[in-house]
């Protein structure tokens, strides 16, 4: 049952025997201001109205979320800090010999949050306030980027992946059956008591590794037959769940050659599991040189005076950086969608704009560019006119835009115009005429390179879209949104929308600052 805090002041209360904190530091804020940035009524569809204990009042829980975010203590540590620091007790409008509450509150507060699809509430309880104080005015344009979250689980090799996912399918047919999981577990070749530890080989000695792990393999496979032969396990869904990780953790990384035995497979699938723990996390790439384990941060932020996050959303490390922009602007309700998003490369492909100006928003990015062979002309040296229908060459002949009945678009150049070109060793060496293909969003990316052709628009989005970086820095390292403290992606998502609240507070603070003079 919903419990709200009261509003009468205590002889007690922390704020009454300390005085008032320090302007500007982040516990004066929520001291002063915390009833504007998070309430007890924006948590109400989490509890029941007449049934039950009394709740501890969310909002509290929820101002020791933001503080805990903040400092980036733990559960048991945020606890300990409620009891003992005084700080706290004032920014919680709590007595001096309040104790706290016991760790799992927050814990049990969370997943009422994701239940209850209220993850993002500070967050969009942050940009509510931002509107009132007039933070919200700004350019209708937002910037978008994305950095790395690292994922909370430990990535593990091909046979602990194994070996943990037949190990999660014994405990959980176990759950069901014991006989059964009992029988499941002897009728294999390993013990998978301790599933980290590795089977005893040569593992420096390429033929030796590789035949252990087709044995790993095979024992792998046996534990997938033995359940499938089963009467009704399959119905068990946390059995259903842990066949189909072990089924795809085989399917990743072995090939079954033509006598049906599984062999490595040379080089690593796109959406490979990395843990058995969270099989959510990928391996990622921020470029061709950083790589990460985890999870993609994406965020949207103003283009004004004071930037504020819009939205964040967390994908798979091994996602692209353009797909999310949709999710970004989906995110947001109509009234606070921008005209125009500025990016960068990731951004400027055909589809990502094809899906944003379904949504009625512009791309301002840089149009990704395939690479050219030095002294080669290439495709972006002909001018292409889908409208008119036509392809011209840089040497001036012209050829007509024909569509297959697959809906393909291409223009050939006549061979009698390739072979008196002066410039058909640089075109087309070797073959007897140049064909160009339109892709299926030409239209998107002329538009784009024509708009990047004024040096206007090209000096605000080089000046403008770096802005972000601070944000995002601020986002993943002060408030620690760099390493998920959960596992999955739903949780995730939870901490950085958490963490991009606290981002914005930083100018509603000052600007709240001001107002009171």
């Known amino acids: 049952m919903l419990k709200t805090r009261s509003a009468q002041v205590g002889l007690f209360d922390a704020a009454v025997v300390m005085g008032p904190l320090p302007e500007g530091s982040f516990f004066a804020l929520l001291a002063e201001h915390g009833d504007r940035i998070v309430t007890d009524q924006d948590f109400a569809d989490c509890y029941s109205d007449r049934m039950g204990r009394p709740s501890i009042p969310p909002s509290q829980l929820a101002k020791v979320m933001l503080l805990q975010h903040r400092t980036g203590v733990s559960d048991e540590q945020a606890m300990e800090c409620v009891g003992w620091d005084l700080r706290w007790k004032v920014a919680l409008g709590l007595p001096i010999d309040h104790l706290g509450w016991h760790p799992t509150s927050l814990t049990k507060f969370r997943a009422r949050l994701l239940l209850h699809k209220k993850d993002g509430i500070a967050l969009e309880n942050t940009l509510r306030l931002a509107r009132e104080l007039g933070l919200l005015d700004g350019p209708l344009e ?53 599933p980290g530890v590795k089977p005893e080989c040569q593992w420096r000695l390429k033929a030796e590794r590789e035949r252990m792990l087709t044995r790993v393999a095979q024992d792998a496979q046996r534990a997938l037959c033995a359940v499938e032969q089963a009467d009704g396990l399959l119905d068990d869904e946390p059995v259903k769940t842990a066949y189909e990780l072990l089924s795809e953790l085989i399917g990743q990384d072995f090939d079954v050659d033509q006598d049906g035995v599984p062999r490595l497979h040379r080089g690593t699938r796109p959406g490979r599991i990395i843990s058995t723990v969270d099989p959510e996390m990928q391996h990622g790439r921020k470029s061709s040189q950083s790589r990460f384990d985890g999870y993609k941060l994406s965020a949207a932020v103003t283009n004004s005076s004071d930037p504020l996050i819009m939205a964040v959303h967390v ?203």
């Open 315 to 517: 994908a798979p490390g091994g996602e692209s950086d353009g797909p999310q922009a949709k999710h970004l602007i989906d995110q947001q309700p109509p009234e606070r969608r921008p005209d125009r998003i500025l990016g960068d490369t990731a951004y400027g492909n055909g589809v990502v704009r094809a899906e944003l100006a379904e949504r009625d928003v512009e791309v301002l990015a840089p149009v990704p560019e395939g690479a050219v062979t030095e002294d080669r002309v290439g495709k972006r040296e002909f001018t292409i006119d889908p409208a008119g229908g036509t392809v011209t060459c840089p040497a001036g002949n012209t050829a007509m835009i024909t569509t297959s009945k697959k809906g393909v678009r291409t223009a050939r150049i006549s061979r009698a115009l390739c072979g008196a070109c002066p410039l058909k060793d640089q075109c087309c060496p070797g073959r007897p005429s140049r064909q160009i293909a339109l892709g299926e969003h030409e239209e998107l990316q002329i538009a784009a390179r024509q708009a990047l052709n004024d040096p206007v628009t090209a000096a605000h989005l080089r000046h403008t879209r770096p802005r972000i970086e601070r944000l995002l820095g601020l986002l993943a390292c002060r408030y620690g949104a760099r390493k998920s403290r959960y596992i999955g992606t739903q949780k995730a998502m939870l901490q950085a929308s958490w963490a991009a609240a606290l981002v914005n507070l930083n100018p509603i603070g000052r600007q709240l600052a001001i107002a009171a003079g």
């Open 142 to 194: 937002q910037i978008v980027d994305s950095t790395p979250m690292l994922g909370a689980a430990a990535t593990q090799d091909t046979v602990r992946l194994v070996r943990f996912g037949v190990a999660k399918l014994i405990a959980a047919v176990m759950a069901v059956d014991l006989q059964a999981g009992e029988a499941l577990a002897g009728g294999l070749e390993f013990d998978y008591a301790q």
